[in-house]
């Protein structure tokens, strides 16, 4: 393997990575930090249901980890930002195993696309504005707990039929239902194309309820009510 990566790349490093199986849970914590030192997780994500390394719904709280987990997770995420003072909303994602271990993945140091499913508690565009201004977070030093429980779907234009694969075309007919507890996000509308360039992504919807149940009523609710015409979706 070395004297591949040494006849590839010039470089004979090899980096290896620990295989788990089955397979674990993607879960992410979100954090925010300013100039000042104050560091704060919002909680985590449950980002498990993906295809083709993209990701169709999300979730926080996780339905299924323990407290003691979800106190780990967020105080080694707001530890690894504040050891590299980090001023920003960012995210570390992690993967978790059924033994209830976490492994550090990846951070991203940016607003993610599924941050409305995290955005039910507090507006992170508005603490993005207010550390890029040199003001300090208006979120409480400990953070945010949980309120609630919040589930967000990605509407793709995808051919459920052709496994899945992109459906481009222009969107005729978008109706999607106004209802209490739902949030639309979309960067498509009546007359837009969706292009092969490009993710099919055409709406996010996020749905919020007092316990997951209501979350979901809500959103089987919008789904079972929305129509989309033109393209194929998911």
Not at 155 to 163: C, I, L, T
Not at 190 to 210: C, E, M
Request: charged share 25%; net charge negative.
């Amino acid at each position: 393997m070395a004297n591949e990566a040494k006849s590839a790349f010039g470089d004979d490093t090899v980096y290896v990575e620990k295989f788990f199986s089955p397979a674990p849970r993607h879960i992410e914590v979100q954090i925010l930090g300013d100039r000042f030192g104050n560091v704060v997780h919002l909680g985590e994500r449950e980002c498990s249901l993906q295809r083709r390394f993209q990701k169709i719904v999300e979730e926080t709280p996780c339905a299924v980890i323990s407290g003691d987990l979800r106190q780990r997770m967020g105080e080694a995420a707001v530890a690894l930002a504040r050891s590299i003072g980090y001023q920003s909303v960012g995210t570390i994602e992690c993967l978790v195993t059924d033994d209830g271990e976490f492994y550090f993945l990846e951070m991203n140091t940016r607003l993610q696309v599924e941050h409305p499913v995290t955005e039910e508690g507090v507006d992170l565009v508005a603490e993005m504005v207010r550390v890029a201004a040199g003001l300090p977070l208006s979120v409480p030093a400990n953070g945010i707990g949980p309120r609630g429980h919040a589930i967000e779907v990605r509407v793709y234009a995808e051919d459920p039929a052709r496994g899945f694969m992109p459906s481009p075309g222009q969107i005729t007919r978008m109706d999607i239902p106004e209802l209490p507890n739902l949030r639309l996000d979309a960067g498509a509308r009546v007359g837009s194309n969706i292009t092969v360039y490009y993710d099919p992504l055409i709406a996010k919807l996020t749905a919020w309820g007092a316990d997951r149940d209501a979350a979901l009523t809500t959103m089987r609710d919008a789904l079972a009510e929305s129509v989309i015409e033109g393209v194929k979706t998911n």
